[in-house]
């Protein structure tokens, strides 16, 4: 190899270090300004889960906060009401797996761009944030999610990583401020009802109207009806159905139920007996709604919910009446059902007396038999001069009175108007 080759080869030797350098440079100043997090990888390193104990979720709407109180998590918003435990478990669950599917460097006062802008008043632009305290109230964590994207997924930032932000593919619709989805939904269900009685609260002993049946299989009746007045069949099948798949909007807070109920109707009391020995009181009395209107001096804004309060009791028969002719076989199968009906009814009875002394934001349709007015439901008298029997609308006429033979005066007595009953008398 002659002298020129070797200085060739140094040139390019050289040559080639200084491309390498380069390269780990260029690689070096990446990864001073890349984001903490790459593609593939977590959001949060190790989201602190294990020391959650409340969460608060926020957006243009406002805020809620669920907490842990004894081992159970509540919503501290509404006098700590039960919480659905597995919807906080989600939201843990997720922030813990939650992958970046793209990077965007950008520091914290680009968050408004990203649809994360705490300060707006509009859900577009506010998104939303969740933060996470321990036990003692020290934050340990803070999310927000921001902007959806055309192409799916949202875009999001941990707090403590100032870096930048990132897209997931991820929707998070379990970060929802709404109270209906964080609020335990279990509620009262009468079964096997046998009477309802409705009466003003402001005088219960004065009922609008009383039904009762004699059986499951019987149709409702009045139970204090006018001669001629009737229930209407429609009205006996919805009490049939009373209340059976009820739900509730909302819990409202003790401090806000004067609120929410000025200026609206005299309430009602509903009393629901049931052939299994449970009783329900419920009041009713229409809602104010609760957001608060631009002009002070403005009525209330009118809406069909209605706020409710409910109260449970319930005899219970400790052994099953038995019957002198059935045989030992069937006695021990008939008290095997009796012991199995009377536990359950026994955990319905101490679930249900859970919601007394809440009031509670339903529709108007869960409580719309009990609403009803008495001519509402009924089928009264006929009116003075119709025909009590229709088939005497078409009776041919009575012929006329003859007068008595050898002459005389004939006497004939008017026809007796029965009055009909008004409202205070029924």
């Known amino acids: 190899m002659n002298p020129r080759q070797v200085i060739v080869l140094w040139i390019i030797a050289v040559a080639l270090g200084l491309a390498v350098a380069l390269v780990k440079i260029s690689q070096q100043a990446a990864r001073d300004t890349a984001t903490q997090r790459a593609p593939g990888e977590t959001v949060f390193e190790d989201f602190p889960a294990a020391g959650v104990a409340s969460v608060t979720l926020s957006d243009a709407g406002g805020e ?90 949202r875009f999001v930032r941990n707090h403590d990583d100032e870096s930048g932000f990132y897209t997931v593919s991820d929707m998070l619709h379990m970060f929802d401020r709404d109270p209906a989805r964080w609020l335990e939904d279990g509620f009262v269900r009468p079964e096997k009802i046998s009477s309802v009685r409705v009466a003003p609260a402001a005088d219960p002993d004065a009922p609008f109207w009383r039904v009762v049946r004699d059986s499951e299989d019987d149709d409702f009746r009045l139970a204090d009806g006018a001669p ?116 359950e009814l026994t955990a319905k009875l101490e679930k249900e007396q859970g919601f007394a002394g809440r009031t509670f934001l339903v529709s108007k349709s869960v409580v719309q038999p009990l609403l009803q007015d008495r001519d509402e439901i009924t089928t009264g008298p006929p009116e003075p001069g119709e025909p009590s029997d229709p088939a005497a609308a078409t009776s041919p006429p009575a012929p006329p009175v003859q007068p008595p033979a050898g002459g005389g005066t004939s006497v004939t007595t008017p026809p007796i108007e029965i009055p009909v009953p008004s409202e205070n008398d029924r």
Do not use: C
């Open 228 to 343: 001629g007045e009737t229930l209407e069949s429609s009205a006996s099948d919805g009490f049939k159905r009373l209340m059976g798949f009820a739900r509730f909007q909302d819990v409202v807070p003790a401090a806000e139920v004067e609120a929410r109920t000025a200026d609206s109707p005299a309430p009602r009391v509903a009393t629901i007996g049931t052939f299994e020995g449970f009783t329900y009181t419920i009041t009713i009395a229409p809602a104010v709604p609760g957001e608060p209107v631009d002009d002070p001096d403005a009525p209330p804004a009118s809406t069909d919910d209605q706020l409710i309060t409910v109260a449970v009791e319930a005899e219970l028969p400790a052994e099953r009446k038995a019957d002198p002719e059935e045989s030992e076989e069937e006695a021990a199968e008939l008290d095997a059902a009796f012991a199995e009906r009377h536990e």
């Open 64 to 153: 809620i906060t669920i907490r842990r109180e004894n081992g159970a998590w509540v919503v501290a918003d509404r006098d700590d009401y039960p919480a659905r435990a597995s919807n906080v478990l989600a939201i843990l669950r997720t922030l813990g797996e939650l992958k970046v599917a793209q990077a965007t460097e950008a520091g914290p006062s680009f968050a408004p761009h990203f649809g994360m802008d705490e300060g707006a008043t509009t859900p577009e632009e506010r998104g939303i944030t969740a933060s996470f305290a321990d036990g003692q109230g020290a934050e340990i964590a803070s999310f927000s999610i921001g902007r959806m994207l055309d192409s799916g997924g």
